[in-house]
């Protein structure tokens, strides 16, 4: 995804990647890349498995995102949050980087903000030359990220920002003991998102046009020829029950 494209207000349930090629570069639920000006911005995703077939291989894999690459001039990812990440890397395959929300930041020309993810890393990055060491980063781009669970890589230098010798890699944000903790951060992730006070989220912070007071449900054709002579649909969240022929 390149250019000025925008994707907001967009949620996934119960998905699955499954990565079978041996050389690929980047995998997610919306985009297996971002850069130019792209933005993705108020997305979720709730149970998700990241998975590899036998011999495959893939370099940055992420809930929500694959990879903001080196091609990124203003690169947006704001407000979003996964939940239930399950990785799944099959015998003789491998994932090289992989997080809960983006698998792997690799410019400097982003911003990642208001970001977290319960039970995995939340933002991987990698920048600067792997040998020298060259980027101090992601201090200033990747802002106000949380998260809670497993620390997927074995090496040493990801063990998280300048906190290893090795300072081109590691996991963003704010780790926290427990997942629990992060049920209470719905005002420190922003105005964009709000209590989980009906529990659709296993209590963790919810998007606010998650209320259900503005979802409208179709089910039927009817109902979604309506949408289009809707004078009123500002601030209104159309949700599809089901498949309409």
Known sequence: VAGDAVITKLGV??????CSGTDITGAGLLAGGLSGNAKVTECFANNVTLSTVEKGKIWQAGGLIGILDQQSTAVVVKDCYTTNIVISIASGSDMNMESGVVGGVRSDNVLVENIYCPNYAAIDWLGGDPYT?????PNGHIVNVHFAGTMPWPWACAKGNNTTSDKWCGYAGTKHDNSEDIKALASTLGESFIDD???INGGYPILSWQNEENVVRISTVEQLKDIAADTKSEGKIYRLMNDLD
């Not at 060491?133 to 980063?137: D, I, R, V």
Request: aromatic share 8%; net charge negative; charged share 20%.
């Open 13 to 18: 349930k119960n998905a699955t990647i499954e």
């Open 133 to 137: 060491g060259t980027t101090a980063y």
């Open 197 to 199: 006070t009906d529990g």
